[in-house]
């Protein structure tokens, strides 16, 4: 079982930054790919990243890319969402959900495939 807490989010205008955190319950954290997901009114949930359990690969959607970085401290339990030159295109709620994974590379890029999700946090940018 894992617990996934989301902070970090809120108001700020466009070309601002902000970092996301993930902090996950749990003694076998380090077990568990982590991705990042957004979701806005009326729009389907989307992968922003994912990273592996092992952190050594990493997967940006392409609208992130250059702007966005994952990474994560396993010692802390904690995955972080870096945001950067953030867009009112941007603008959603931000989930972390976790998967299981026995393979350090694999980072899963669907919703289906994680089991635990984090209650959201809001990211809003102005123009």
């Known amino acids: 079982q894992v617990q996934l807490v989301e902070s970090g989010g809120g108001l700020v205008q466009a070309g601002d930054s902000l970092r996301l955190s993930c902090a996950a319950s749990?003694?076998?954290?380090?077990?568990?790919?982590v991705g990042w997901f957004r979701q806005s009114p009326g729009k389907e949930r989307d992968i922003v990243g994912a990273i592996s359990c092992s952190g050594r690969s990493t997967y940006l959607a392409d609208s992130v890319k250059g702007r966005f970085t994952i990474s994560r401290d396993n010692a802390k339990n904690t995955v972080y969402l870096q945001m950067i030159g953030l867009k009112p295109e941007d603008t959603a709620v931000y989930f972390c959900a976790a998967a299981w994974s026995s393979d350090t590379w694999s980072v899963p890029d669907r919703p289906y495939e994680y089991s635990y999700w984090g209650q959201g946090t809001q990211v809003t940018v102005s123009s």
């Open positions: 749990g003694r076998t954290f380090s077990s568990y790919a």
